[in-house]
């Protein structure tokens, strides 16, 4: 077992994985299917982890897959930065998917996702999650959710419909991840549900909008 820090696009997360090193090819396939497909990472200390997460690392941990797994530990950029100095960080491992005549990969047909964990603003909007491209998205129909919970306190799976299964809080099942698109300034809106993206499982553990 071992915890990373992960630098993106968007800034750091941390995860736990149970892949022996962080130069696996499978492990970037599964980062790849959260939208994580450009990344340096650093292992770091899955004792201070421990010790600093407390009751979230052992619920996390919990969830995860004994082998070829990881799980998202810290969505919090500034967070996860702070909480380890350079010193305790390893040497970095560094992934770039642009890569030339790739093999295309055809993907199984959906099922279910994985789990997904999400923030909400003031608006109702996914400010922040473990599948980064879906930041922005909304949740149709509309519901209203306290936006101090924290990511660990909404999570949820979608399955090949599309559709929120198994989720906390529970007023989120049933209903559907939309991005949705935006209208003309000339309208007076600045976003609309129409054109709107509906997010479900790829098959392989990530998801395509569609």
Request: glycine content about 8%; charged content about 25%.
């Amino acid at each position: 077992m071992k915890a990373a820090m992960i630098f993106t696009g968007s800034g750091p997360i941390l995860i736990l994985t149970s892949f022996d090193s962080l130069n696996h090819p499978t492990l970037a396939e599964k980062l790849g299917a959260r939208g994580i497909t450009k990344y340096i990472a650093y292992e770091v200390s899955l004792d201070k982890v421990k010790k600093h997460y407390g009751t979230r690392f052992s619920i996390v941990l919990g969830d995860l897959s004994q082998t070829d797994d990881i799980r998202v530990m810290d969505i919090d950029g500034h967070h996860v930065f702070d909480s380890f100095s350079f010193e305790e960080l390893s040497t970095p491992v560094y992934f770039d998917s642009l890569k030339k005549n790739a093999p295309e990969q055809v993907a199984e047909e959906p099922t279910e996702s994985e789990w997904l964990y999400v923030k909400l603003d003031e608006y109702g909007k996914v400010s922040e999650s473990s599948y980064m491209p879906m930041l922005g998205a909304r949740f149709e129909p509309p519901v209203t959710i306290d936006p101090s919970l924290g990511s660990e306190q909404i999570r949820f799976q979608i399955d090949a419909l599309g559709v929120i299964v198994n989720a906390t809080p529970r007023i989120i099942n049933g209903r559907k991840l939309v991005y949705r698109g935006r209208s003309s300034p000339a309208l007076g809106r600045t976003d609309t549900v129409v054109p709107g993206s509906t997010w479900r499982p790829d098959g392989e553990g990530g998801w395509i909008c569609n």
